[in-house]
């Protein structure tokens, strides 16, 4: 067995026996190995080698693109099909398949507030979800839900019409909140609880932008609504479903409040929104013996829910239970689809994602 200092080499070479010849030895040696190794092995295998190699990063490259096109590909497909398929029955699978948030993805909910045949519909179902369905939010469908109420504040700010909706709706959610976040230690709410308290700040900006909106009056010298026949004015009134609408309107000139309290416009207004043995429990007289047809419509909003109309809302298809907007296509094999679509009140579209 060789020791250290001993020759390695041929005799006719002259070699340092020392331990810095030894190192040098080492060095030399495990070069030689390498290229012994080389020399054993052909070229066209280190070449097989590489390519395997790059094929390999060739591959990952490509899985990672296919995937972010998929991912792509789907975003894309949510927004072209503005409908949803509702499964029959009320089973744990159908939720599995068919959230809340993915039908707020599905029947994009961020157009139709531009719509404003659909604006008070989406501002309605979102105030039911403020008020019993925040804790059954998923992360993305609490998303979806902020970031579709933060586009409906932006309307609002934008064009000065609807604050009074805006500033209950903001204020539900607010309260709804306030009551839960004090319920966190028993996990009322999904997701982070500074997420939440950071949403409530939020909600607080918003309502404070509300707040400071300084409606101008139009630059327009035509004819306005009180040069109008007081027979037109009071058909433009009975129009109004909301009795807040008609106090706000009789408070702009002592002409349209006298109009505004007129006897025969509330008793309409009453009969529109609440059935005749609704009114006839709470009826309530004047001082002259007459009924206060007025009185009694604030009375009975308090006690029942007033009727809801809507200029466009969701319908679901009887016969392949699809959910879309109205007039939205859907690959329906009925005969007849218009005649399988039944309209969906606010509370309705909620049921369907309840367990």
């Given amino acids: 067995m060789p020791f250290l200092g001993q020759d390695w080499r041929s005799p006719g070479q002259n070699w340092v026996k020392t331990a810095d010849g030894w190192k040098r030895f080492l060095d030399e040696k495990s070069s030689g190995f390498v290229s012994d190794i080389n020399s054993y092995c052909p070229k066209d295998v280190h070449n ?29 497909y949510f927004h072209q099909e503005k409908w949803i398929y509702v499964h029959k029955g009320s089973t744990k699978e159908r939720h599995g398949y068919c959230t809340l948030g993915e039908a707020f993805n599905r029947l994009d909910f961020s157009t139709a507030i531009l719509d404003s045949r659909r604006f008070n519909y989406v501002v309605r179902l979102l105030e039911l979800i403020a008020k019993s369905q925040l804790t059954s939010l998923s992360g ?5 839900f902020m970031n579709i109420l933060e586009k409906v504040v932006l309307k609002v ?11 209950e709706l903001l204020q539900t959610l607010y309260t709804s909140l306030c009551t839960l ?29 509300l707040n400071n909106i300084q409606i101008t009056r139009p630059a327009f ?28 309107l009789g408070q702009v000139a002592p002409d349209l409040h006298l109009l505004s309290e007129d006897r025969l416009l509330w008793k309409k207004l009453c009969q529109y929104h609440f059935t005749e043995r609704q009114i006839r429990k709470r009826l309530i007289l ?19 829910p007033r009727k809801e109309q809507y200029g466009d809302t969701l319908q679901l298809c009887k016969h392949c239970h699809i959910l879309s907007w109205k007039g939205t296509d ?26």
């Fill in 157 to 167: 700010l934008e064009d000065q019409q609807n604050i009074r909706l805006i500033r």
């Fill in 221 to 248: 010298k035509g004819l306005t609504f009180t040069d109008l026949p007081l027979c037109l004015q009071l058909n433009i009134m009975q129009r109004l479903t909301d009795g807040r609408d008609l106090v706000s």
């Fill in 330 to 355: 859907h690959p329906c094999t009925a005969n007849n689809p218009e005649s399988c679509s039944v309209s969906l009140s606010p509370q309705d579209f909620i049921n369907l994602f309840k367990f």
């Fill in 140 to 144: 993305i469908a609490q998303k979806n």
């Fill in 181 to 209: 976040v004090q319920r966190v230690g028993k996990s009322v709410l999904v997701g982070n609880i500074n997420m939440w308290v950071y949403r409530m700040e939020t909600i607080l900006h918003w309502q404070q932008q």
């Fill in 286 to 304: 004047s001082d002259k013996g007459q009924l206060d047809w007025k009185k009694m419509y604030f009375k009975l909003i308090r006690c029942y």
């Fill in 48 to 76: 097989k080698e590489n390519l395997f190699n790059s094929l390999n990063y060739d591959v990952v490259a490509k899985k990672r693109k296919k995937d972010l096109m998929n991912s792509k590909t789907k975003i894309q």
